[in-house]
T-cell receptor
Framework: ELKVEQNPLFLSMQEGKNYTIYCNYS?????LYWYRQDPGKSLESLFV?????AVKQEGRLMASLDTKARLSTLHITAAVHDLSATYFC?????????????FGKGTHLIIQP | NAGVMQNPRHLVRRRGQEARLRCSPM?????VYWYRQLPEEGLKFMVY????????ESGMPKERFSAEFPKEGPSILRIQQVVRGDSAAYFC?????????????FGPGTRLTVL
């Protein structure tokens, strides 16, 4: 059974600081997804990582994937309040084509002024 | 281009009633997925459907839950004889056929409350 673990699950940080969220998964997969969810809202796709060593950046967020270590990171640079949300990583273990995603429990991020 | 649509957005049922949740995928998408989210939890995969076919229902409870995606019309997730433990947010996602990777686009969700 594929397991996806995120840490930390809760993170309170101040504006302007840097931090990293970690996502470990238990079986071989080359495809990892990061989503953002605001309270009471749906999930917004942030990044799609498709191969070992993939790195993607959007604004203050940068995601990377190490398939050998089965680890993805989401790095936040100089955090601002608008980034407060819950961040989920999800893994696709189908090896190709479409399949259900397995999600981590999410990291609740609060950025304080 | 409208996104994934779900209705109703909020649904209240009493124990023992039936709940029907609807999902219309994004235009051009033929894969539909249903997920359940309990409070303070991640999403749990329930079922994956294509038109008129259930591809993977490994996450569906064996009893009371069913799903369909007919040739015409939205996908339906049906919960019979609801119990309080069914209270959750139910999200539908869609992805296009033939995509080389599995990026899924989520609807706004249906929040089911069982009294």
């Amino acid at each position: 059974e594929l397991k996806v673990e995120q840490n930390p699950l809760f993170l309170s940080m101040q504006e302007g600081k840097n931090y990293t969220i970690y996502c470990n998964y238990s079986t071989t997969s080359d495809r990892l997804y990061w989503y953002r969810q605001d309270p009471g809202k749906s999930l917004e796709s942030l990044f799609v990582l498709l191969s070992n060593g993939a790195v993607k950046q959007e604004g203050r967020l940068m995601a990377s994937l190490d398939t050998k270590a089965r680890l993805s990171t989401l790095h936040i640079t100089a955090a601002v309040h608008d980034l407060s949300a819950t961040y989920f990583c999800a893994v696709d273990h189908s090896g190709g084509g479409a399949d259900g995603l397995t999600f981590g429990k999410g990291t609740h991020l609060i950025i304080q002024p | 281009n409208a996104g994934v649509m779900q209705n109703p957005r909020h649904l209240v049922r009493r124990r023992g009633q039936e709940a029907r949740l609807r999902c219309s995928p994004m235009k051009g998408h033929s894969h539909v997925y249903w997920y359940r989210q309990l409070p303070e939890e991640g999403l749990k995969f329930m079922v994956y459907l294509q038109k008129e076919n259930i591809i993977d229902e490994s996450g569906m409870p064996k009893e009371r839950f069913s799903a369909e995606f007919p040739k015409e019309g939205p996908s339906i997730l049906r919960i019979q004889q609801v119990v309080r433990g069914d209270s959750a947010a139910y999200f539908c996602a869609s992805s296009p056929q033939g995509a080389s990777y599995n990026e899924q686009f989520f609807g706004p969700g249906t929040r089911l409350t069982v009294l």
